[in-house]
Each structure stands twice: as C-alpha cells, then as structure tokens.
C-alpha cells in the first residue's frame, strides 16, 4: 500500500506515524475542549492525557515487544521502530489507564469526567492506528486464495508487514471501521446522562468486543490459547471488565 506518505529532504514519514499522530492531537484536542465545556481548567486535563498517552504508547510497545518476544530477541533492533507499526492495545490501555488515574489523584482531577473526556480520542487513536496498518501491512488479514470461498469478497490485494501482497480479509479496515462506529455511537450519546466513567468504559468494552471478533479474521502471528489468539482472549477479558465496571458505576449510582 503507502507505508510512506512523504520524503522531505533527510525527513522520511511514514504512514503509520503520521496518522497515530494526528489522531492522538485531535484525541487530546477533544479533551481540552471537553474541560473548557465543563468550566475546568483545560491545560490541567491535557496535562493528564499528555501523560496518559505517552506512558500508554512505551506500554503499548512494550506489550508487543513481549509477546512478539520470538521475533524481537533476535532482532532487538527493531523493537523501537514504532514507524514500522507495532501496537499492543490491551498494553497500552492499561498502562494509559493508570497513569490517568494516578495523574488525576495526585492532581485532584475528576477521574471519572476527564476519563469520560478522553473516551472519544481513545476510539479515534484506535481508528488511526488501524488505518496506518491499513496502509502499512502490520495487523493483517489471513489469505483468501480459493475464488469460490464466501469470504474472498471481503478481502483486498494488501500486504504483509514483510511487503508480500496476497488477497486478504481487510481485518485493519474492518478494525478501523469499527473503531469509528464505536466514537460516533460515543458523540451520539453525548447528552446523555451517564455515572461518571460510564462513557470510557463503553468506550473500551466495545472496541475490545469488536477487536476480538475482528482477530478471527486475522493473518499476523499471535502466540496460540487454545482455538483463539492471545489478543482475542485479552479483549474478551478487557470487555467482561468493562461490562463489570459499567454494571458496578449503575449499582452504585442508584444506591446512592
């Protein structure tokens, strides 16, 4: 596909970079206007996703590093190549999450609020990421090579991370879409009132739903359990937590 947008001079950019990037500025961009709406002082709340994601992203490298840990310690070179694309979401969910939430402790930020704020731009940094493996060959789909199979309608002539183009189920496109859906299911239901964090973790439990339904589809390697991937069970795992917390912030509200 374009696994590079652009070379200016010694400057090399690349696509899945450019659009991380610009996802995670709008991202942060929504929450500093969420806290303008909300009378906060927006440079405090950015101050806690600033933070958020730059711990998510060492943490969602690390994570990939680690489970691609066969690959890496033999090319241990390769492992802060972020250009190359190379995200662990469950990573750097977690990693982001509590920092976020230690950040709002230590500064006295509303967690709930700001991580509700944060929601949106966690959905369309997904929705980029995707969209940069789109165009650079990381988290593809597997290979569809029989005309007749059912599923061969929903492949496209994509690459490989290592450039080898074969018709393949569109997972990154699928993912990205996905991930869209959830953010303008999230803008839909901005007037709508919900406990304090209830809109994050819709947020999370939906993309971690979506993206294990969409592994099912994948090409890449990921270490086996049993008949699924180890991303797919980590997102059924992230989804029941995000149900749980969801159904605990309701209970608790009502009880109140």
Known sequence: MYPILARLGPFTFFSYTVL???GIVAGL???????????????????????????GLVGART?????????FRDHLGEALRLWQGGLSWH????????TLAIWAHWRGLPLGKVADAAAPGLALGVAAGW??????????????FDPASPWRQFTAELPDIYG???????????????????LALLLALRRVPLPGGGRFLLAVGLISLGLFAVGFSRGDASPPVGAWRLDQVSDL?????????LMAIFLHRRDA
């Not at 906060?40 to 806690?48: I, K, P, S």
């Open 20 to 22: 991380l990037d610009l």
């Open 29 to 55: 961009a929504w929450l500093a206007w969420s806290a303008q709406r909300q009378a906060a002082e927006a440079g405090r709340w950015l101050n806690a996703g600033l933070a958020a994601v730059a711990v």
């Open 63 to 71: 994570g990939y590093v680690l489970v691609n840990w066969a690959y």
């Open 91 to 98: 990573g750097g969910l977690l990693t982001g999450a509590v």
């Open 131 to 144: 969209t940069g493996c789109l165009l650079g060959g990381c988290g593809y789909g597997r290979e569809v």
């Open 164 to 182: 080898v183009v074969a018709p393949r189920l569109v997972s990154q496109a699928l993912a990205a879409g996905w991930a869209l859906a959830v």
């Open 237 to 245: 795992g992230i989804a029941l937590a995000a149900l749980v917390g």
